[in-house]
């Protein structure tokens, strides 16, 4: 399975943009990133996920690099509440073995200040 | 409320004793798993189901069993905990393609 890394921790100041990068170089073609995240110790939160083209929901946007080899989540106005671990992952589609797995990393500690 | 429900929210263990976690969705979901989560780490897979009767081992299989003999239902059992067990225990369930839906988790402890 491709794996991802992410920065260990970002700020971002209320009201303005958080741009959460992910690396993914391995991804194969149809392999999925999906984007979670876990406010203190709750369970993790799905948040959006894609394929190829950018993505849009009510809580974010996410970016795909052409090679896919990248990502970038954006979340438009940062709100205190948006304080969490972040977590980047690709998920091999539904086939095989395989089917419905998610293996998480670290994640991006994002810390939204006032 | 739709979602995914674990009971206990809490659980003290000693060593050598068995227990069974509880999970249970009511989203008619595919796919359920288990996750374990460390202190400052990531969530690690642990068992994972694709349907009624099917399971299958994650990352770090040893030491639990899982059955999933409806598709609401899939219990973990700790055989016989051990102090490297004590963590926060995550069940997910999902649709074929969809986002994950977790629970609140499981603290247990073995002391």
């Known amino acids: 399975d491709a794996k991802t890394t992410q920065p260990p921790s970002m700020d971002c100041a209320e009201g303005r943009a958080a741009n959460l990068p992910c690396n993914h170089s391995?991804?194969?073609?149809?392999?999925?990133v999906y984007w979670y995240r876990q406010i203190h110790s709750q369970g993790p939160q799905y948040i959006i996920h894609?394929?190829?083209n950018n993505e849009t929901n009510e809580m974010a946007s996410l970016i795909i690099t052409e090679d896919r080899k990248s990502s970038t989540l954006i979340l438009p106005h940062a709100t205190l509440r948006d304080t969490a671990v972040y977590y980047c992952?690709?998920?091999?589609?539904?086939?095989?073995?395989?089917?419905?797995?998610?293996?998480f990393g670290r994640g991006t500690q994002l810390t939204v200040w006032p | 409320n739709a979602g995914v429900t674990q009971t206990p929210k809490f659980q003290v263990l000693k060593t050598g004793q068995s227990m069974t976690l509880q999970c249970a969705q009511d989203?008619?979901?595919?796919?359920m798993s288990w996750y374990r989560q460390d202190p400052g780490m990531g969530l690690r897979l642990i068992h994972y189901?694709?349907?009624?009767?099917?399971?299958d081992q994650g990352e770090v299989p040893n030491g639990y069993n899982v059955s999933r003999s409806t598709t609401e239902d899939f219990p973990l059992r700790l055989l016989s905990a051990a102090p490297s067990q004590t963590s926060v225990y995550f069940c997910?369930?999902?649709?074929?393609?969809?986002?994950?839906?977790f629970g609140s988790g499981t603290r247990l402890t073995v002391v």
């Open positions: 997910a369930s999902s649709s074929r393609g969809g986002g994950y839906t």
């Open positions: 391995t991804i194969s073609g149809n392999e999925y």
């Open positions: 894609g394929l190829k």
């Open positions: 992952i690709v998920r091999v589609p539904d086939r095989g073995s395989t089917l419905g797995r998610l293996y």
């Open positions: 989203m008619n979901h595919e796919y």
């Open positions: 189901s694709v349907g009624a009767g099917i399971t």
